[in-house]
């Protein structure tokens, strides 16, 4: 010990204020805390750190949640440590099903709830490496200025909270009138995915151990967006011990797969397409880390999921002949996910649900279930570019304007076969019903039949224009619940896509392709099938004096064509490797 040198470090406020509420006066307290045992600066150092987060926090006796000092006076801008302690002291009452069946109908507790809004709201539940931190965790607490409780006890408050979610809000907009949405959307918030992370990532013995880890690498990424990273290559390294398909799942083996502090270099039992290595470019991360999970899922539906870190100041390109893309068009980013960035979860739905599902509970399969798709190579030099065989359907010939705020027009209406003029019409053609859905029910299920009734309600109740407004239905307390739920789905379907009608071989609209499309669709694109991914997708020809190339445009939804109609008229199903079939080159 005495050869230690003690020099002056530097920490944040926030830190300062966890070590000093966190000491003891009664006994040593030893913390492990990444902003001092990591240099920050140095990506070697960090990167083998990172690899051993499963061997720290799995170990750790307790992991302390620090949300900062505690509730401010909005009068004072002062800490309110009788307000902090009010929100805990509710939160334990939130957790009687009997109280909390009174609270959600109380008037005089509205400023408790949106105290615990606030807190839901804090920057911590947005991290990404909390996702680990937590998850690997035998017992974790949750700390705010002096008040102390147990992780698992406000996990449970919070899922309570998204179940009373609508009660909540209402009770709160008739406290305050002039605030429509006085909570918006929690559940695209962290406080709530974090929640159900914990309880779905692993399957645990009694005293916290992990026994199993649940989840592959593909799904952590694909699913956990409310959170964001300072480094944007941490998207993929932060979720790397929790997933079950890395090696670094393992104490033991991530030990041996690190990368050296001393030499830089990685070790053989590291897959060099996911150990951390922080010198890498986003762009180079993200075609890596999409090309380990094609090999791990034998699916191409990767491609069709918005997960994908937005490059700080830079500004994607028009997909014009020969673009500079910042990032290849198959590297699908976060921005089209259905609550956006973590940062824009807060203002609401930006975009509809993925069409693909979670990975391996998708039941949609458009072309070949359980074969390896067709992908020969992604090229590297100098951009990447993805190679996949596949077949194409048509081209678009007749696209709507998006269907902002789930408006849907008139003219989409008609584009799906509706004729409102037609008194003799007492059922809603298959293809527009089925297509507003996506053909889906709760969970991936089957549509439910009852959903043909639900729709036809729904148009004899549209806009003077003709226009159905799901938005307007929703809010209108006399519509039935039944109603509610079908408009509901129909939302997490439709929102910000546009409605396209093939071109055809026919001038008869029923003999067209119908469906939907990403919201930068364009007329003239391609309604393509890729082998390997579970739905149709668009793609834009790109055709020079020496080249062709395509551009990914994103997936669709085509009616009849989503369990792989299209690969068996007129010929037997495509065998792999797809022998004959066109083969499509990505940029």
């Avoid at 004072?76 to 109280?99: A, H």
């Avoid at 990685?266 to 762009?283: C, E, F, H, M, T």
């Avoid at 203002?347 to 599902?357: A, K």
């Avoid at 590297?380 to 194409?392: M, N, S, W």
């Amino acid at each position: 010990m005495s050869n230690i040198t003690q020099k002056t470090f530097w920490i944040r406020p926030n830190l300062h204020a966890a070590l000093v509420e966190l000491r003891s006066t009664k006994k040593p307290v030893n913390l492990w805390v990444d902003a001092l045992c990591i240099n920050q600066k140095d990506d070697v150092e960090k990167a083998a750190q990172v690899s051993r987060m499963n061997e720290i926090y799995s170990e750790a006796s307790n992991i302390c949640i620090w949300l900062g000092v505690g509730e401010m006076d909005p009068e004072t801008s002062e800490v309110n440590p009788d307000g902090t302690k009010q929100t805990f002291e509710f939160i334990c009452d939130m957790l009687s099903l009997k109280r909390l069946d009174r609270l959600i109908v109380d008037p005089t507790v509205a400023g408790r709830w949106l105290a615990f809004v606030e807190l839901m709201r804090n920057r911590w539940f947005s991290r990404r490496w909390v996702v680990q931190e937590l998850a690997l965790a035998k017992q974790a607490t949750v700390h705010y200025g002096q008040q102390v409780l147990q992780w698992s006890d406000f996990a449970d408050a919070v899922a309570l909270f998204v179940t009373k979610h609508d009660q909540i809000n209402r009770l709160l907009k008739s406290h305050n009138p002039t605030d429509p949405d006085p909570i918006g959307d929690m559940r695209a918030l962290g406080a709530n995915t974090l929640a159900e992370a914990t309880n779905n990532l692993f399957r645990k013995s009694k005293d916290g151990g992990i026994q199993e880890r649940l989840l592959s690498l593909e799904t952590l990424v694909s699913t956990l967006l409310a959170f964001e990273a300072t480094n944007p290559l941490d998207t993929v390294y932060a979720v790397l011990s929790i997933a079950n398909d890395t090696p670094y799942s393992n104490a033991k083996t991530a030990a041996k797969t690190v990368t050296s502090p001393t030499s830089g270099q990685v070790a053989q039992l590291g897959d060099p397409r996911i150990v951390p290595n922080y010198d890498k470019s986003l762009a180079e991360l993200c075609s890596d880390f999409i090309d380990y999970c094609v090999e791990k899922s034998e699916s191409l539906d990767i491609i069709c999921r918005h997960w994908a870190p937005i490059p700080k100041d830079q500004k994607q390109p028009l997909l014009t002949l020969h673009a500079e893309l910042i990032m290849p068009t198959w590297v699908s980013s976060i921005a089209g996910s259905a609550f956006g960035a973590p940062e824009a979860a807060l203002q609401g739905r930006s975009n509809g649900d993925s069409l693909v599902g979670i990975p391996k509970l998708s039941t949609a399969a458009a072309n070949t279930p359980n074969q390896i798709p067709s992908v020969s190579k992604i090229a590297k030099c100098p951009t990447a570019v993805l190679f996949a065989k596949g077949l194409c359907l048509d081209t678009i010939g007749k696209l709507s304007p998006r269907a902002a705020q789930g408006m849907i027009l008139q003219e989409v209406l008609e584009m799906g076969g509706w004729n409102d003029d037609d008194d003799d019409l007492k059922k809603v053609p298959d293809r527009l019903w089925r297509t507003l859905v996506a053909d889906r029910g709760p969970n991936d299920t089957n549509a439910p039949s009852w959903y043909h009734r639900a729709c036809l309600e729904c148009l004899a109740q549209v806009t003077q224009n003709g226009d159905l407004s799901t938005g307007a239905l929703i809010e209108n307390t006399s519509t039935a619940s039944t109603m509610v739920t079908f408009l509901k789905r129909v939302q997490q379907v439709v929102w910000n896509r546009k409605f396209l009608l093939s071109k055809g071989t026919k001038e008869d609209d029923e003999e067209k392709l119908f469906g939907l499309a990403p919201t930068n669709a364009q007329e003239g694109d391609l309604i393509c099938i890729l082998f390997g991914c579970s739905v149709p997708v668009i793609l834009r020809e790109m055709r020079s004096e020496d080249d062709c190339y395509y551009y990914f445009i994103g997936e669709s939804y085509i009616h009849e064509m989503m369990d792989g109609e299209a690969l068996t008229l007129g010929k037997s199903p495509p065998e792999f490797p797809y022998h004959g079939y066109q083969e499509f080159k990505i940029r």
